[in-house]
């Protein structure tokens, strides 16, 4: 079955860069997702990537995506303490409702 | 501001209540979902409808019925809830259905149950 796999926490200090790493085990996995969620708040759709690329920018974010290695990666530059949050991986599935998700990495961005 | 609207915000319920939780978009997404979360835990799907259908039911316990009412509305009743239910319940659309469309969630909804 399908598993998506996230280290837990990350801490970075404010205006440094920060790279949060997703793995996951569907080779057949065509699009690739980031969600957000800050305190109290649901899960906002920050990124995503399809299968057929290895990179995407939008603003400070940058998607990297390894098949080959079913690695992917999310970096934000100049991190905020507006960024401290937990981001999740998912997997897109046929059905968009049964997508899988990473057990969320928590980043706590330091002033 | 998100645009998929949930209420209420907060509720506290005692093990024999009926009470109901209630989703809102007006982006003409066809598909909604109602997924449950723990602390710290991703979110866990519990149905999907699909316009306005039920379409999927992850073997959630009959005292979870969700209704939707019309294209824009979806509810979840309640009855008769355990204390280990208690979540944060999410509220979700999509504009399809397919691997293509990234969900909308709402802001939840934090159930407490006494």
């Known amino acids: 079955g399908e598993d998506v796999e996230q280290s837990l926490f990350l801490s970075v200090r404010e205006g440094d860069s920060s790279v949060i790493n997703c793995t996951y085990t569907?080779?057949?996995?065509?699009?690739l997702y980031w969600y957000k969620q800050e305190p109290g708040a649901g899960l906002q759709l920050l990124t995503y990537?399809?299968?057929?690329?290895d990179m995407k920018q939008d603003q400070r974010l940058t998607v990297l995506l390894n098949k080959k290695d079913k690695h992917l990666s999310l970096r934000i530059a100049d991190t905020q303490t507006g960024d401290s949050a937990i981001y999740f991986c998912?997997?897109?599935?046929?059905?968009?409702?049964?997508?899988?998700f990473g057990d969320g990495t928590t980043l706590t961005v330091k002033p | 501001d998100t645009e998929v609207t949930q209420t209420p915000k907060h509720l506290v319920m005692g093990m024999t209540n009926k009470k109901s939780l209630k989703c809102e978009q007006h982006?003409?997404?066809?598909?909604m979902y109602w997924y449950k979360q723990k602390a710290k835990k991703p979110p866990e799907l519990m149905f999907v409808?699909?316009?306005?259908?039920?379409?999927i039911n992850e073997s959630v316990p009959s005292r979870f019925s969700p209704e939707c009412p019309n294209s824009s509305l979806l509810n979840l009743h309640l009855h008769a809830l355990q204390p280990e239910d208690s979540a944060l319940y999410l509220c979700?659309?999509?504009?399809?259905?397919?691997?293509?469309?990234?969900?909308?969630f709402g802001n939840g909804t934090r159930l407490t149950v006494t």
């Open positions: 569907d080779s057949s996995s065509t699009y």
């Open positions: 979700a659309s999509s504009q399809g259905q397919g691997v293509d469309s990234p969900l909308h």
């Open positions: 409808y699909s316009y306005e259908k039920l379409s």
């Open positions: 998912a997997e897109g599935h046929t059905n968009a409702g049964k997508s899988t």
């Open positions: 990537i399809f299968s057929n690329m």
């Open positions: 982006m003409g997404h066809r598909a």
